[in-house]
């Protein structure tokens, strides 16, 4: 019987030029990149409103991150990784490549680009005003329609101003290598960020974004009224503008969301918040925010009005912090929502 060796060979030689290669990734790795590893532990004790059940209140998460950078073919690449919850998981990634006075390239799976990295810049002590209401999906008046997901991210300053511009094609998902995502025509925007110094306006920060998504169909007529069922094109616009003066922060934003589509609701939304350091380690801040959605089926407009108060105690690398949030007409709709949290970290 002739026995057949040309599947086990292959594989042998499969193994040993794989083997070779990890070999010689390892040593490029090696010699080319420095690799640093942090993390945090957070314990939370979490109160939601009464319509809602608490159960065990009490949570916990880890994250640990991963940041490498090293010289490729004259250029600084770095890339990061965060995996929470536990290692396996991937929760955000950014490959970047540094290209000196033309800016930095990014590809983004999470971390944070363009006008989603703007989305809210009033000040608080601890969590945003609208952190842990209505569930996972709420984001009520926060711009970005690139968002961070699949997308590419482009830097640079110029006389003081930052350009920080995202791109995705397709629909805003993180894909696993050689993967590909659902539907979606792909959306653009940008956020331009300074400072008052070049005005002689000390304490000031201020910035400004504008983006589309496409989302193919809808729209409306000359009128205003929708046209189709289309899922329609989303323009969103936001400005914020913070002072600083002592140990006191205050600061507004204006975002305005006009979202395509039948049935879709364009959102106008102001928001303000003011933060105060008390001393070097505690710090306190309320905010409120009112996002208009018009657009409403038998309805002119509904008001959503949100408020929140937050305290924050540092000592070393062991913070704890609190917040009390609640929201009326969330979402446009008649209901309401409230939670509680208190949190305590460590950062190694």
Not at 117 to 126: H, M, S, Y
Not at 148 to 161: C, L, R
Not at 183 to 209: E, I, P, R, Y
Request: glycine fraction near 16%.
């Amino acid at each position: 019987m002739k026995t057949i060796t040309k599947g086990k060979n292959m594989n042998n030689f499969k193994k040993v030029g794989l083997t070779a290669l990890a070999g010689s990734l390892a040593a490029i790795s090696a010699h080319a990149a420095e690799m640093s590893v942090s993390g945090a532990s957070v314990l939370t004790y979490t109160s939601e409103d009464e319509r809602e059940v608490t159960g065990n209140p009490m949570g916990m998460k880890t994250n640990l991150s991963f940041t490498a950078s090293g010289d490729v073919n004259g250029y600084t690449v770095s890339y990061m990784q965060t995996s929470a919850d536990q290692f396996a998981g991937m929760s955000s990634a950014r490959l970047s490549v540094d290209l000196g006075d033309m800016g930095t390239l990014a590809f983004d799976q999470g971390s944070g680009s363009g006008l989603a990295n703007i989305d809210d810049k009033t000040p608080t002590a601890a969590e945003e005003i609208w952190d842990g209401l209505g569930g996972a999906t709420y984001k009520s008046g926060r711009v970005g329609t690139a968002g961070s997901s699949g997308v590419f991210n482009y830097v640079k300053t110029f006389g003081g101003v930052k350009l920080d511009a995202a791109y995705r094609k397709g629909s805003g998902t993180s894909n696993s290598d050689g993967s590909t995502s659902g539907a979606g025509d792909g959306a653009a925007d940008f956020a331009l960020t300074g400072s008052g110094d070049a005005f002689g306006l000390a304490g000031v920060a201020w910035g400004l974004g504008y983006g589309e998504s496409l989302g193919g169909g809808g729209g409306k007529d000359l009128a205003g009224a929708n046209v189709d069922a289309g899922t329609g094109d989303t323009v969103d616009m936001t400005f914020f503008t913070n002072y600083t003066i002592g140990a006191a922060t205050l600061g507004a934003q204006v975002s305005d969301q006009e979202k395509g589509g039948l049935g879709a609701k364009d959102q106008e939304t102001i928001a303000w918040g003011t933060a105060y350091n008390i001393n070097e380690n505690l710090s306190v801040s309320y905010g409120e925010r009112t996002t208009v959605y018009s657009r409403i089926a038998g309805l002119k407009s509904i008001k959503e009005k949100t408020e929140g108060f937050a305290a924050a105690y540092t000592m070393g690398s062991m913070k704890i912090a609190g917040n009390r949030n609640s929201v009326d007409n969330i979402g446009g709709a008649t209901t309401s929502d409230s939670m509680t949290e208190i949190a305590v970290s460590f950062a190694f």
